[in-house]
């Protein structure tokens, strides 16, 4: 089962996994969001202790700002993510202690390596859906194949491309799911 219980804006977009091994979080927003996630878990019939995982599509606080909500959750995040300031990237300073999500250990799931916006931007890959954080953050970006704040415009690109060749349902960074969009 695959939910996007928040579709962006502000803060990135939230989507809820539920596999047979895990209840996983593909990003958890900014903290301005937090009273809006926990509700739309409720709804969906989730106790913040039932989320098990988190996966974290890059480090910007607006994908990471209610990791804190969910006590019982392993978080996964790529260890390409910066941890000092690159070419357009902050320094991350977080109290988390990251997994390396390749780490992450559930058939259902595939994490995909999606570089550009940030070094360490992962993309996860669930059944017919892609969940691509800031790879694509929204419509216009998908559309225009104008890319914007990234930190290297070829390997943004070819993620970019790599992730329309799938031929899935993508969840945005910022902008909720597109359907049905396949590299033309």
């Known amino acids: 089962m695959l939910k996007v219980l928040f579709e962006g804006g502000r803060g990135s977009s939230v989507t809820l996994i539920e596999t047979s091994k895990h209840n996983i979080l593909v990003d958890t927003s900014s903290k301005d969001m937090k009273e809006l996630?926990?509700?739309r878990l409720e709804e969906e019939g989730f106790d913040?202790?039932?989320i098990d995982v988190i996966v974290n599509t890059h480090l910007h606080a607006?994908?990471?700002?209610n990791n804190d909500l969910f006590p019982k959750a392993k978080i996964y995040a790529?260890?390409?993510e910066c941890v000092g300031r690159c070419r357009g990237c902050l320094i991350y300073t977080h109290e988390f202690k990251y997994i390396p999500a390749k780490e992450l250990d559930d058939d259902e799931i595939i994490i995909m390596n999606t570089p550009g916006h940030t070094w360490g931007s992962i993309s996860v890959?669930?059944?017919d859906f892609?969940?691509?954080g800031d790879a694509i953050p929204n419509r216009s970006v998908l559309e225009s194949r104008k890319?914007?704040?990234c930190v290297d415009e070829i390997s943004a690109r070819s993620s970019l491309n790599r992730i329309l060749r799938l031929g899935k349902n993508i969840v945005t960074g910022h902008?909720?799911?597109i359907r049905n969009y396949y590299l033309l």
Do not use: M, Q
């Open 37 to 39: 996630i926990v509700r």
């Open 48 to 50: 913040l202790r039932d």
């Open 62 to 65: 607006g994908h990471t700002g």
């Open 78 to 80: 790529s260890p390409h």
């Open 125 to 127: 890959i669930y059944d």
């Open 130 to 132: 892609v969940i691509v």
């Open 147 to 149: 890319l914007i704040r």
């Open 175 to 177: 902008d909720g799911i």
